[in-house]
């Protein structure tokens, strides 16, 4: 790869999203692969021009004012066969105010507003769940669709039809922010999405590799757009982006020589980054002084996050106000998930027998039918109460229902180490 190839590669993982933001809303969602076209016409004329002449000295406002210049011979001389942005239609249709339009929609504080426009459409409930996450990478984080497909480790065809499909879903989308009374459940929304983008990333599905922190970084620059916007950000945006820098200024301590995961009582938290977490508890304090959400959700995980971090090692974790933390997530949500995370904290605090009755009970609940974790949580605290026969039973319960490897391989190191110290 030459020295322009790669700065081109460069300026479209960085420019990319923001140029086909504004394009998008030139010509409207239902006209996307044009946008598409355009973005992928001005990158193509940057990899030629700049290989012939001189590189421009701003490489970015060329792309900029090439992309602004493609998107002008578009319009002339579709005017007639193609209907464009509905907002923007009148001032795109006569010569008069065309090019002074278009210069407008270029401008920075715009693209800015069209990135966030972007967001709220790719979370759109619209689009399926399996679908959000490559229309996601592809069009707010600017990965190729190779790049696309090997993040998720789809074949290119499937990550292609995927992207086709969620095309085809949002042509009768508009371009514009929920109004005042949808804003709050909308926010919820691409609150909930962007969460499982960064947990796709820390807690990856992948097989061959436990965190993708390319993934993390991405939905935190994403959740920043939102929360920069005082218009939009409420508690949870801010709680959403502390809790993902509380569970960042983890990573280092995630993952063993061989790429293993290490449960949360073994890391060494001497690796924790405290800058970021000093951050994270720096957002969540000025979560205080905005609008509430939805939900509250994001806010008090964010809360429980803290707990954890703000311990020097695992015996000084606060795990009976981590228990009232989980309540109140259980009494806004009433997600069988926040009880299976609570029944872990109230075995951590003492109380393994009410533990292990409590996550029996929810193995019943129909989200958990064919789930892996609570006998994977069973196995955990069977080892703990020293309990062998239970514990390899539930370990091989849980691995028949799934898991990743790396998950699997933690759980029976997790097993194994607790059974010699309750036999020893």
């Not at 920043?224 to 982006?241: H, K, P, R, S, V």
């Not at 703000?310 to 309540?327: D, H, L, M, P, V």
Request: with cysteine; glycine share 4%; hydrophobic share 40%.
């Amino acid at each position: 790869m030459d020295k322009v190839e790669t700065l081109v590669n460069e300026l479209y993982k960085s420019q990319s999203s923001r140029l086909l933001a504004v394009l998008t809303r030139i010509f409207g969602p239902h006209n996307l692969s044009l946008a598409e076209d355009v973005l992928q016409e001005a990158f193509g004329k940057a990899l030629i021009h700049w290989r012939e002449k001189p590189l421009p000295d701003k490489p970015q406002a060329w792309l900029m004012r090439t992309a602004k210049n493609q998107a002008l011979d578009v319009i002339r001389a579709n005017k007639t066969r193609v209907k464009f942005s509905e907002e923007l239609s009148f001032y795109l249709a006569s010569e008069w105010t065309l090019d002074n339009t278009l210069e407008q929609e270029f401008r920075e504080d715009k693209i800015k507003d069209d990135q966030l426009r972007m967001i709220f459409m790719c979370c759109d409930e619209d689009i399926k769940p399996e679908n959000r996450l490559p229309f996601i990478l592809k069009t707010l984080c600017g990965f190729s669709i190779p790049a696309v497909a090997r993040a998720l480790v789809l074949p290119v065809a499937t990550v292609k039809k995927r992207l086709l499909r969620t095309r085809e879903k949002l042509k009768g989308h508009s371009f514009t922010f929920p109004g005042p009374e949808k804003l709050p459940q909308a926010m919820d929304t691409v609150h909930t999405v962007l969460y499982l983008f960064f947990n796709e990333g820390f807690h990856s599905s992948d097989g061959k590799q436990a965190l993708n922190l390319d993934f993390c970084r991405e939905a935190i620059a994403l959740v920043n757009l939102l929360a920069d916007e005082t218009d939009i950000a409420n508690q949870d945006t801010l709680g959403l982006l502390a809790l993902m820098h509380f569970h960042l200024a983890r990573a280092k301590s995630r993952l063993d020589a061989q790429g293993n995961n290490i449960s949360i009582d073994l890391q060494d938290r001497g690796l924790w980054e405290q800058k970021r977490i000093a951050l994270a508890g720096g957002i969540l304090s000025a979560a205080s002084a905005v609008r509430s959400g939805a939900s509250g959700r994001f806010l008090i995980e964010a809360q429980i996050a803290r707990e954890h971090c703000q311990c020097s090692n695992f015996s000084e974790t606060n795990w009976s106000a981590i228990i009232r933390y989980y309540q109140q997530l259980i009494d806004i949500t009433a997600s069988p998930v926040a009880e299976l995370n609570q029944a872990v904290a109230i075995g951590y605090s003492g109380e393994l027998s009410a533990a292990i009755e409590k996550v029996e009970q929810l193995q019943q609940h129909k989200i958990f039918k064919h789930s892996h974790l609570p006998p994977a949580i069973l196995a955990h605290f069977n080892a703990k109460a020293g309990n062998v026969q239970q514990a390899y039973a539930f370990a091989e319960q849980s691995k028949s229902l799934g898991g990743t490897p790396h998950e699997q391989q933690m759980m029976m190191a997790q097993v194994e180490r607790l059974l010699s110290q309750s036999n020893g």
